[in-house]
């Protein structure tokens, strides 16, 4: 039964539109995600069931304090909320909509449980409490959850639904990064249906107020019910309306000995409790638990089977990577049709968290599983700006909010434009992102745009006493060669050699004379009058003007201001020294010639000044591409990945940032690694002896390691269809037109890569 039930899977999705692999034996590659992978520690990744790019994300919540909601044992489990974020810092967002099985009299509101064991999977979530031995399975699709609650046979069955519940939440009006209640609503409709909202407001993005509506039925009827509001509980009331207090319903249900399962599905909805019933409707229209699972992972199958990973991978390795490829595809999230703000027939996705974290890799990672999905991310993000007036740089609760540093949409348009993705209005998002770099946003730069703009256009650099004036200089630049690649594809001259010229502002706060541990120039503090900065002001005092000695190892928060008012954004000059993505050669001369980098980045990680869980160092390993020593590249990162990454829980080493570390991780197993924005690929020693690429139903790529081995870990050579290559990079043409690349491997460096440098500006 199992073989027939896996040749039916395998034979639909072979048959569908989407380029995946189909081989003679069906690969059930999502049987090697582990949503544990990245929980403990620093990842914070959500472990609960979700659909890729998946709406709805229920799980379980251990009180109101992590991103995610989840927490290890032995912490007890509140309830379980139906939308969720994954591996995010910062300040908690959403935990909507709580809902906890429990045994016993419609007397309280809060029952935490503690759980015995858990288990997760691809699309599964299972836990038993201690407490009252019930057991808790779930699923899920786009838009609605599934629970199956299994009570004990003589126990009372009850159930709590709390519309008030949120993560994040804090008792000091208006603090910082923290969910503030609004209000909330709850009407039990029927014997078996109840519907209500919850409005919320705050979090990471310091938003305005989103509503989240709900919709839930259960496969058996109530025999009694109770709502409350605040701190009165009725016995009478069917309804609770919003009047600015927490509001919820308890419910039981029957004791019949044959029903001790109670199933219970619940549908959610940004623009009303009718059409969370829609969607309840619509996506899980049955009663079948394991159907559901069923189809749900095969939604992910179209994914996975996109790189079908062969040869001598190791069971270590496919959890590693498939788990990576799952937490890549959980964020953004696809809210088509689901947007409170505009109807426009254009694709709407929330939950940009944020593309400071994914564009260098998350983004180019959607790219090649499924081009499609990435046009309509873009288009949504286009969109955005038409109705907004801005794109994003973060975006949840649909509301713009958190500029990290650059106008970072610029980089994910580019790579779309150079990559060829088809179906995007290019000039309108040239448009957009000449908005972005000539109109200042006014009152709130956290929100969106550029802050600091008016004197980062007259200055040529955004000058010290404007937060994070230095990473904001360095990514504005970049964000200057975005706005002048697409200019120049689109025929506009003009705006091209008026952005190239940008691009090189961030030679404007390189400080020639700046020196540490043997290495000259950095970016460093510069007044608005020119004046170079050796001292920076100690704390605020007005009476004793205390300062400190700025050096490019000096992290200034949260010992001297406050964290989102340094000069640098979660990173020091040594790190952002080396994050010029676009003009690596000219950083190259900046530093002094290929002796002087090598140099500076034997430094850089020997001293422990590479940080591998900040997004702006993800280029760096391979810059020794750019003074052809990609063997030394490929060095670096086997360390970094052996020393940081593993299959383990705590497996991730910082937060995952919407799939950010999982996605850098993902291109490294590969050997293939993207610099965002721009047409190519640096090609490194593979961790993979073997894979293909699925790019049509008629072309795929294949990658072949030859020997590789832990001692046969240089490239000696390679050949592209047939042709020999000296270059230690591919492009994005190359790759899907479909073919194979061929690496012999060896255990010593060779010649190969060091004469043909990557692509510069």
């Not at 072979?14 to 003679?24: D, H, I, K, V």
């Not at 957009?432 to 200042?440: F, G, L, Q, R, S």
């Not at 020294?577 to 980098?597: M, N, R, T, W």
């Not at 937060?655 to 721009?678: E, I, R, T, V």
Request: aromatic letters at 12%; glycine letters at 10%.
């Amino acid at each position: 039964m199992k073989t027939l039930i896996r040749f039916i899977l395998a034979t639909a999705l072979c048959a569908s539109n989407f380029p995946m692999l189909c081989s003679q034996q069906a690969d059930n590659w999502g049987q090697y995600v582990d949503p544990r992978i990245g929980s403990e520690g620093l990842g914070r990744v959500f472990v609960g069931p979700s659909a890729p790019f998946g709406m709805v994300k229920p799980g379980p919540d251990c009180s109101c304090k992590p991103n995610s909601g989840w927490l290890p044992m032995p912490e007890a489990v509140t309830g379980f909320s139906q939308v969720h974020v994954s591996g995010t810092g910062g300040g908690p967002k959403y935990g909507n909509i709580l809902i906890q099985p429990f045994c016993g009299e419609l007397s309280a509101t809060s029952h935490e449980a503690h759980r015995e064991y858990e288990k997760m999977e691809l699309g599964y979530y299972e836990t038993s409490f201690q407490e009252n031995g019930i057991k808790v399975r779930l699923t899920t699709s786009e838009r609605a959850s599934f629970y199956q609650f299994h009570y004990p046979a003589s126990s009372s069955r009850a159930l709590m639904i709390d519309a008030g519940f949120f993560l994040g939440e804090n008792k000091i009006p208006d603090a910082r990064e923290a969910q503030q209640f609004v209000g909330s609503e709850i009407e039990i409709i029927s014997d078996t249906e109840i519907r209500g909202y919850s409005r919320i407001r705050g979090g990471w993005n310091n938003g305005k107020a989103y509503p989240v509506y709900f919709y839930a039925v259960a496969d058996r009827p109530f025999v009694k019910t109770r709502t409350w509001k605040g701190d009165a509980m009725s016995d009478v009331l069917k309804s609770q309306f919003d009047e600015g207090e927490k509001t919820g319903a308890l419910v039981a249900f029957g004791q019949e000995n044959q029903a001790t399962t109670i199933q219970f599905k619940v549908g959610i909805s940004f623009l009303s409790s009718l059409k969370a019933q829609a969607n309840v409707q619509q996506d899980i229209p049955h009663w079948n638990f394991s159907g559901q699972l069923s189809a749900l992972r095969a939604k992910w199958e179209t994914f996975f089977g996109r790189i079908a990973l062969q040869g001598n991978a190791s069971a270590a390795q496919k959890r590693m990577f498939y788990t990576a490829i799952y937490h890549t595809l959980l964020m953004p999230v696809d809210r088509s049709g689901e947007n409170p703000l505009w109807t426009d027939p254009v694709p709407y996705y929330d939950d940009f968290y944020a593309i400071w974290d994914t564009y260098r890799t998350s983004s180019p990672l959607i790219t090649l599983l499924n081009p499609q999905r990435q046009t309509d991310i873009v288009n949504s993000l286009v969109n955005i700006y038409k109705r907004d007036g801005y794109m994003p740089d973060a975006r949840s609760g649909n509301s713009n909010g958190r500029t990290q540093g650059g106008s970072n949409a610029e980089a994910v348009i580019a790579d779309a434009y150079v990559k060829g993705l088809k179906g995007i209005d290019y000039t309108l998002a040239l448009q957009a992102m000449i908005k972005d770099a000539t109109v200042p946003p006014g009152g709130n730069e956290e929100q969106e745009g550029r802050g600091g703009l008016i004197e980062y256009n007259k200055l040529g650099y955004v000058p010290y006493g404007i937060d994070r004036a230095g990473n904001r200089t360095v990514e504005y630049a970049y964000n200057d060669y975005n706005i002048a690649t697409l200019a120049k594809g689109l025929g506009r001259e003009d705006l091209y050699r008026e952005y190239i010229r940008k691009a090189n502002n961030w030679k404007n706060l390189w400080r020639d004379d700046c020196r540490q541990d043997g290495v000259r120039g950095f970016i460093m503090p510069r007044s608005a009058d020119g004046v170079w900065l050796d001292s920076l002001p100690f704390g605020k005092s007005k009476v004793q003007h205390p300062t400190f000695v700025y050096k490019p190892d000096t992290r200034e928060s949260p010992w001297y201001v406050a964290w989102w008012s340094a000069f640098f954004y979660e990173g020091i000059s040594w790190e952002y020294s080396l994050s010029i993505p676009h003009d690596i050669p000219g950083l190259v001369e900046k530093c002094g010639g290929k002796e002087a980098f090598r140099k500076r980045l034997d430094i850089f990680f020997d001293k422990g000044y590479y940080n591998v869980n900040n997004e702006p160092s993800f280029l760096t390993p391979c810059l020794y591409h750019w003074i052809g020593r990609p063997d030394l590249s490929s060095m670096r990162i086997r360390e970094i990945v052996k020393q940081n990454y593993s299959d383990l829980p705590g497996g991730l080493p910082g937060n995952d940032d919407s799939g950010a570390m999982s996605s850098w991780l993902a291109f490294h197993m590969l050997g293939l690694y993207p610099n965002a924005g721009q047409s190519y690929y640096l090609i490194n020693s593979p961790l993979l002896s073997e894979y293909t690429i699925g790019i049509s139903r008629e072309k795929k790529f294949n990658v072949q390691a030859l020997n590789l081995s832990e001692d046969n870990r240089f490239v000696q050579s390679a050949t592209l269809n047939g042709v020999k290559i000296e270059r230690a990079w591919l492009e994005h043409a190359e790759l899907v037109n479909g073919g194979i690349l061929i690496l012999k491997m060896g255990n010593k460096p060779s010649d190969w890569g060091t004469r043909i440098l990557p692509p510069s500006n």
